[in-house]
């Protein structure tokens, strides 16, 4: 975060050449934001904030948080997912008071984030546009400004532990309908292919996650 305080500046040459100093976070008065879309998570220790001579302020706190977003699953696990990181505060009016507005583009966000986020996880990051806009609430608005993420899944753990050993019981099943065995000995293995498929539903749905309207496709067939 950076903003600009008027009275909080002054001449270095009058401070033994002083230009910045390290202040508590509650010395000054500092921009109050919300992350809506935040469930639970790790509030930030580091509560200090850099003064620059002419009166800027700079300050630099770590979030680690969960946040809530709406899945689309009917392609999983060829599935990308987009979701927003809503940055508000509801306390001044964006009109008069307080307005946010973003120092560095998209790309040079995405550049960065690809630096730091782990590049071995389930998920590929992919893209990232951001959107500022002026929330209405109370006949009053509030500037906000909303990170739509897209993330694409990698799917080969799934494809090798769900999707491959699937068509395989199905094959062995067609096979063994079609071939020249005795009643009996079909109906054991059609036993043993339901217990097999029960198996793998029961593991796609410990897979899945729960925050989807729609099941995808290899558990809807």
């Known amino acids: 975060q950076e903003w600009q305080n008027p009275f909080a500046s002054w001449d270095p040459r009058d401070f033994c050449n002083i230009s910045e100093i390290v202040l508590p976070m509650d010395t000054y008065w500092s921009p109050p934001i919300f992350i809506l879309e935040r469930v639970n998570g790790q509030n930030p220790e580091l509560n200090y904030v850099v003064l620059m001579?002419?009166?800027?302020?700079?300050?630099t706190r770590p979030y680690q948080v969960t946040l809530t977003c709406s899945l689309i699953i009917f392609k999983f696990p060829f599935d990308t997912q987009m979701c927003n990181l809503?940055?508000?505060s509801f306390l001044y009016p964006a009109v008069t008071d307080f307005v946010m507005k973003t120092r560095r583009t998209p790309a040079e966000i995405m550049k960065e984030s690809k630096s730091l986020i782990l590049t071995d996880g389930e998920?590929?990051?992919t893209n990232l546009s951001i959107?500022?806009?002026t929330e209405m609430m109370d006949d009053k608005g509030f500037s906000v400004v909303t990170y739509v993420i897209s993330m694409e899944r990698r799917p080969t753990?799934?494809?090798l532990n769900l999707i491959l050993p699937t068509c395989a019981?199905?094959?062995?099943?067609?096979?063994?309908?079609?071939?020249p065995s005795s009643l009996e000995e079909k109906i054991n293995f059609q036993i043993a292919i339901i217990l097999g498929s029960s198996m793998l539903a029961v593991i796609l749905n410990n897979s899945l996650p729960t925050s989807s309207n729609k099941p995808p496709i290899i558990g809807t067939h």
Do not use: P, Q, T
């Not at 001579?53 to 300050?59: L, M, Q």
């Not at 019981?169 to 071939?179: I, W």
């Open 157 to 159: 753990l799934y494809i």
């Open 53 to 59: 001579h002419n009166g800027s302020f700079n300050s």
């Open 131 to 133: 959107i500022e806009f």
């Open 86 to 88: 809503s940055i508000a």
């Open 123 to 125: 998920w590929k990051f």
């Open 169 to 179: 019981l199905y094959l062995l099943d067609m096979a063994v309908l079609f071939g």
